[in-house]
Every structure is written in structure tokens, then in C-alpha cells.
């Protein structure tokens, strides 16, 4: 295929954030005196913006209780929470081989744009993508809305387009919006999961995502 704008997702997928998220939601729904969710349960809301990974996490969750959970999960991330969020090995090194190869690329997350200029600046990545989307910017995965927003602005055809997650939300928001994905698997969900939503394939490591798009 021959891409002209590969869009990444962050958490688990040029991160290696997920086990920080697990904790900081676990963390602060204790803090908030709610059901601790399970780890895959809060592994499954990845991807979403806040508000709906409150209420699948929290059903019939109050105003008062998103609003506790929303701020203790913002310290929980911020401040509290010390577990590591590398990026992934060798994640860099196929950013930087797309770039050479003429691809723009471009963030479409489930972070805050507050967090998501945190995390560019922490890990240094941020001269790689040419323009990000938040999910204070559009409405939340797996809605088609960030990808359609990204494509209007580079201009480019949907067939020239492939989104990049670790999760069945970003899979989904790619079927949504007409574009070819490429599962990871080394971040929240199983091979089997990102297969069900019928991607191009379903990579181990981060080089595997070059393979894939020279084929």
C-alpha cells in the first residue's frame, strides 16, 4: 500500500502507558469510594475520553462522583502515580523511517490535549507528527470524528490513510471512518480482540507496523 498519513494512537501504542492508566483509575475510583474496577476492565476504556469511560466503568455514575473521579484521576497521573511510561523500543526508529519515507503523521488519542503536550514534551516525540487531535476535540472513539477531522485537514484521500491502536476503539473508529488499521497487540487488547475488527494485520512490536505498510 502506499500511505501518504499514518495516524497514530498514544496509550499503548506509542507509549507504554497502559499499566500507569490501570493504576491511576483503579486509585482514584478507591479515593472516590467507588467499585474498584478490574484491570481489564479499565484496559477495555482506554481510547475513550473520560466522561464515557466513567460511565461503562461506573454505571449510573453522578455528576458529583465524574467530577471526584476526573480530578483524582488527573493527580492519580500527574503527581501520585510513579509506574514508568517508556515509550515502546523501537518506536522512534519507525517514526522516523515513515517520516523519511515522505508519510505525514499524526496523533489521534484518548488523552486531554492538556496530557497529551505533557507526554509529547516528556518523551520527546512530538517534531515526528504534523498535527494531533484530543479528546477535548472531537467526539470520543470510536466515533469517526477524529480521523474524519485529521483527513480534511491534510487533505488526503481515505484510501491513502491508516490508523495505527492497540485497542478494539481504534479499530473500530478506522471502520468507522472508512480507513485501513493496523492492530499492536503489545498494548491493551489481544490479538484475537484487534482481529475481530478486521485490520490489515495485527502486529507483536513496533518494526512489524513497517513491514505492513511496505507490503
Known amino acids: 500500500m502506499s500511505y501518504q498519513l499514518a495516524i497514530f494512537d498514544w496509550d499503548g501504542t506509542i507509549m507504554d ?5 490501570v493504576s491511576c483509575m483503579r486509585g482514584a475510583a478507591k479515593r472516590a469510594g467507588l467499585a474498584i474496577p478490574s484491570e481489564q476492565a479499565v484496559k477495555d476504556i482506554i481510547g475513550l475520553s473520560l466522561q464515557p469511560a466513567f460511565e461503562q466503568l461506573f454505571p449510573g455514575i453522578s455528576e458529583s462522583d465524574s467530577e471526584a473521579m476526573r480530578e ?3 493527580q492519580e497521573y500527574v503527581a501520585n502515580d510513579g509506574t514508568p511510561t517508556p515509550v515502546f523500543e523501537d518506536i522512534e526508529h ?7 519515507q515522505g508519510i505525514k503523521l499524526a496523533v489521534a488519542t484518548g488523552k486531554a490535549r492538556a496530557g497529551l503536550e505533557r507526554v509529547f514534551a516528556a518523551s520527546g516525540l512530538k517534531h515526528y507528527f504534523e498535527d494531533s487531535i484530543a ?7 470510536p466515533d469517526a470524528d477524529m480521523i474524519n477531522i485529521l483527513v480534511k485537514r491534510f487533505n488526503i484521500d481515505k484510501t491513502k490513510v491508516v490508523m495505527i491502536g492497540d485497542s ?3 479499530l473500530t473508529m478506522a471502520n468507522n471512518a472508512g480507513v485501513d488499521a493496523i492492530g499492536v497487540s503489545y498494548g491493551a487488547h489481544s490479538v ?3 482481529s475481530a475488527k ?3 494485520a495485527v502486529v507483536s512490536k513496533p518494526m512489524d507496523i513497517l513491514k505492513i505498510m511496505s507490503a
Not at 502507558?17 to 492508566?21: D, E, F, P, T, Y
Not at 519507525?94 to 523519511?100: A, D, I
Request: net charge neutral; proline share 3%.
Open 192 to 194: 484475537e480482540v484487534l
Open 168 to 170: 478494539q476503539l481504534d
Open 72 to 74: 483524582f484521576y488527573r
Open 94 to 100: 519507525v517514526l522516523q523511517t515513515l517520516s523519511k
Open 198 to 200: 478486521n485490520p490489515l
Open 17 to 21: 502507558s497502559v499499566g500507569r492508566i
Open 135 to 141: 479528546a477535548d476535540e472531537a467526539s470520543s472513539k
